[in-house]
């Protein structure tokens, strides 16, 4: 195998995977999750780790 063809199929491997990254952080289905995390340190109310995670149990379970 020449090292031209593995870097060329490692770039595309890699530009697939970035892709795919991009696609899951902007999902409709993953916004909320992320608002709730990204406005946590603001909140005053939930200093623990655990309310976030019982919050992310909660969204799963009414996900399906």
């Given at each position: 195998?020449?090292?031209?063809?593995?870097?060329?199929?490692?770039?595309?491997?890699?530009?697939?995977?970035?892709?795919?990254?991009?696609y899951w952080a902007y999902s409709r289905e993953n916004s909320t999750r992320f608002e709730q995390l990204g406005s946590?340190?603001?909140?005053?109310?939930?200093?623990?780790?655990?309310?976030?995670?019982?919050?992310?149990?909660?969204?799963?379970?009414?996900?399906?």
């Open positions: 195998m020449d090292f031209n063809l593995l870097s060329a199929f490692f770039t595309g491997l890699s530009m697939l995977v970035f892709c795919g990254i991009v946590l340190p603001l909140d005053e109310g939930s200093t623990e780790a655990g309310d976030v995670a019982k919050s992310n149990k909660e969204m799963e379970n009414n996900h399906g």
